[in-house]
Structures are given as C-alpha cells and as structure tokens.
C-alpha cells in the first residue's frame, strides 16, 4: 500500500494500515519536512508555525483518545502558537465565553439525574489505552530508515 504525502492524513492512514499487518510505503515530496500543514518550518531565521494546532491536536484532543473530554475553543488570539507574540487578543472570548460554554454543558450533562453524562459515559469507545498512547506518543519522534525495494 502506497500512501501520498506524510501530511496528519497521510501519516495516519500509513500508522493504522501498518497496525492492521499491512505493509506501507508513505511518500513525500518535500525532502526537508513532513508533516503537511502541521510543521514549523524556518526562514531566514523565523519560525512559521502554519497549522499544527488548528488540526484537533491539542493537548486535550490528545486526552479525547482516552476519556470523554470537553474544550470549548475560541479564537480569541493572535501570533504564532506559544510563541513570543502570542497574545490574547479579545478577553472576553478567551476567559468569559469558553467558561459559558463549560457551565451549560455541564449544567445539560447533569439533567434527569446525570442521564446525558451516564450515556456519554457508557457509549464511549476509546482509541488508546494510556499505554498505547504513550507508546504512540513516543513512537513519533524516533527515527527510521528504510530501503526501497527495487
């Protein structure tokens, strides 16, 4: 199996496939990074932070591998990602309306003596263990080599 690109799509087909016995070939065509649209590529000396965090991968996306999780997002800020400009840059969506956001949730989740909490719960499948997390986890910065067979 050949996959195109070693972007968050191509990379993570390639991962599941090989996790099924198949054998995979990932291809790419920048021969500097991987990574599609989440990398830091540099310039002259600056890092362009060009997508990584506005693919799901966040800290809690992580999390949502293994539990049921809720993170209100709002964008609410400017610069790159954790970096020296970062800076928030409407307050209110940042602080007020992600704690709105919580608070009825919780407050929906809670009804009927918890029952929409009990079926999040329940229903809940998840994608790792924590063991297979972290493993994955670690997995990502370890490097291959590999021959091409002709």
């Avoid at 809670?110 to 986890?137: C, G, H, M, N």
Wanted: hydrophobic residues 40%; charged residues 20%.
């Amino acid at each position: 199996m050949v996959c195109i690109g070693a972007g968050p799509a191509g990379l993570t087909a390639g991962y599941l496939l090989s996790k099924e016995g198949v054998r995979v070939t990932v291809l790419e065509q920048d021969p500097v990074y991987v990574g599609g649209i989440s990398k830091t590529p540099t310039y002259k000396g600056f890092s362009f932070d060009i997508g990584g965090h506005r693919t799901g991968s966040t800290d809690m996306g992580d999390i949502a591998h293994m539990i049921p999780v809720i993170h209100p997002y709002v964008a609410s800020a400017l610069g790159k990602t954790h970096g020296a400009d970062f800076r928030i840059n409407e307050p209110e969506h940042a602080y007020l309306t992600p704690a709105k956001l919580l608070a009825m949730t919780a407050i929906d989740l809670l009804w009927d003596d918890a029952a929409p909490a009990r079926q999040v719960i329940s229903e809940f499948k998840p994608a790792f263990t924590k063991d297979e997390y972290l493993a994955f986890e670690r997995g990502l910065f370890k490097k291959e080599h590999y021959r091409s067979e002709a």
